[in-house]
């Protein structure tokens, strides 16, 4: 029993090492320079969704408080905000526990009017992560696929003024 609970307790362990890992070891997707041509992730609805040549911003929200601060932002918006200044919205929900997210984070999101794209993969969510304050909505600026600036703004507020200006 004891040699049971000691595996139980060192897969535990490694488990919860792992984001960190992952993190450590991750090659950085949101770097200036970087091209995005190839991304492709679902939406809340599980439906595919890749970039297209127009993309001109990618919004990300990599924390609960900046996705659920990103998500009131674009309720009060019409569904269609986002589409006026070819933007996505990206959330990352990879962070949250399987059950969690199959039974509250991904029904309330199907009830969202507006698109979202999910990151719902650990390596991924550290390849977008890595170098970046995931403290603040992180939004990507694109010229034909490519990465050419990153800017973070603390609040929607921000946000809002920031496109309304491009």
Sequence with gaps: MKILLTL???ALFFIGCSDDE???NAQAK??????LANLELPDQHQKMKKLSKDTKYLI???SKPVGHMCNAFLQDKKPTYLQQFNALYIADVSPAPSIIKNMFILPDLEKLPFEILLINDDKLSAEFQKGIDTTKIVV???????????????DAKALESFLSKN
């Design 140 to 154: 990507a600026t694109l010229d034909n696929f490519k990465i050419v600036k990153i800017d973070y703004f603390a």
């Design 8 to 10: 139980l307790m060192s």
């Design 30 to 35: 949101l770097v200036v320079g970087n091209i």
């Design 60 to 62: 990300f929200s990599f």
């Design 22 to 24: 992952a993190l450590k």
